[in-house]
């Protein structure tokens, strides 16, 4: 799972909180920050609290030297700050938070009722303004944030008009974060993938009829998404701030 080539230690001491950590790009991320010396504040719905301890336990084999696991709906403001203070009993300190919990919906516009559109918003979305509140009422300079957005707030497609939003309005907030971080330390950056192998792709129906066709190089690993995830969490990015890097694969250009 680690690469050999790693920067071994680069979060050697440093405290990581990564929500929708139970699969896909989630796990992937907690398991490369796990092999790079972070302990990790693992972040989850309680329906996927079984996927998160085989997530937990493949964490700790990587090398993460502690792991706390919790149950948490991002779209509830309490159960963020209940996060939040946890991590700072546990750890006294959260130097990075990744927000990458998610999910799409497949409707056209007229179809989605305006409960629907909320629900989209506030897990893809007001997730994420959650959890940088607290990074910013808690972190302590040097930190990071680093939101996980989606091509989807360039370029998109039909039937997922509340999560292209949504994802736009997460590259916004990390312009906004980096703006208002800045005076106290704090980096703000997210990552904006294109087709990724998971299960929120291949749950597509355009993906699953064959409608929508992407190259097999045009098609990412989790892994490779948590890669640009932890260099923009590092030391490495420190001259970086309020920018959206695109990582799929040469994808936008061609859409």
Known sequence: MV???IKKGRFQNKVVIVTGAAGGIGAATARRFAGEGAALVLVDLAAAAGKRDAVTEACRADGAPDILSLDCDVSRDGDVAAVAKAAMARFGHIDVVVNVAGYMAFKSIRDFSGEEWRRLMDVNFMGA???????????QPGGAIVNVASIHAFQTTAFVAPYAAAKAAMASLTRSTAIEGKALGIRANAVAPGAVDTQMFWASPNIASGEEKVPDNMLGRPEDIAAVVAFLASTDA???TGATVTADGGRLSTL
Do not use: C, G, I, N
């Open 3 to 5: 690469d050999a080539e």
């Open 129 to 139: 303004v959650y959890f940088t509140q607290e990074a910013l009422r808690v972190m």
């Open 238 to 240: 420190a001259f970086m």
